[in-house]
């Protein structure tokens, strides 16, 4: 039976999403599923921008954050999402992170694989969920339209799901845990180093454990994404993509 901080979770209470265009597509639907979640999210943020938000909105009584951030980040700086990410490991405490793997084309011909390898190595070294949006559009590249960045409404209800399943695991006591709440977030979040990374990183993610939200759910959403995707409510066009004129 799960546990009355458990239940409250598994209906977004005690969720802060802090995100970018993405979460603003896939915030309907998330809602839709934990309907006690908080979604900040805006067009064009990054992960430095997102540290502030979560610094001015996170309250003692969040378990969960999802973090899943660093689209907007440049390819070519993956340095500047690990100190972020470490940011967010201290404001958070010991509440359960989710965190997201990335997808988007090249910039300047430079790939988004130094940014994924911060986010596999963020979720190995402190035990983040992670939803691992790359290899699910990777297989699934139906899920985006055509600037190989935002989701159709079918990739943003399969986002939403990936998401809510992975904060249901921080309430089952996956990864970092169910969190606690009350927890005073540093004044200082910047000022830990960011995790290390390694000297050497395989060319295909490794996944830890917590990277079980992946493709073998994906193709089991995509009939509710389709309906979902039919009742959502409207969204706004698409951000201006990293790189792009």
Not at 63 to 84: E, H, K, W, Y
Not at 118 to 129: C, I, K, L, P, W
Request: proline fraction near 9%; hydrophobic fraction near 45%.
């Amino acid at each position: 039976m799960a546990s009355p901080a458990a239940a409250l979770q598994d209906r977004g209470e005690g969720v802060l999403v802090v995100g970018d265009s993405l979460e603003v597509g896939s915030g309907p639907y998330l809602k839709g599923l934990l309907p006690g979640v908080s979604i900040d999210a805006v067009k064009g943020r990054t992960s430095t921008e997102g540290v502030d938000v979560l610094a001015s909105r996170l309250d003692p009584s969040d378990r969960v954050v999802v973090f899943p951030m660093g689209t907007n980040d440049s390819p070519g700086d993956p340095s500047r999402l690990a100190a972020d990410l470490a940011a967010v490991r201290l404001l958070a405490g010991d509440r359960c992170i989710v965190v997201a793997s990335l997808r988007r084309p090249s910039v300047g011909g430079v790939s988004i694989a130094g940014l994924n390898r911060v986010v596999e190595q963020f979720a190995a070294q402190t035990g983040a969920q992670v939803v691992d949006w790359n290899t699910v559009v990777q297989a699934l590249p139906s899920l985006l339209v055509g600037d190989g960045v935002h989701g159709t409404g079918e990739g943003y209800s399969a986002r939403a799901s990936l998401i809510a399943e992975a904060v249901q695991a921080c309430g089952a006591g996956g990864a970092t845990g169910t969190g606690v709440g009350g927890i005073p977030a540093p004044r200082n979040p910047r000022a830990a180093p960011p995790p290390r990374l390694a000297s050497t990183t395989p060319a295909v993610l490794r996944a830890p454990p917590a990277f079980g939200f992946v493709l073998s759910r994906a193709f089991g959403l995509i009939g509710a994404a389709s309906e979902a995707a039919r009742t959502a409510a409207s969204k706004a066009g698409p951000e201006p993509v990293l790189g792009a004129p």
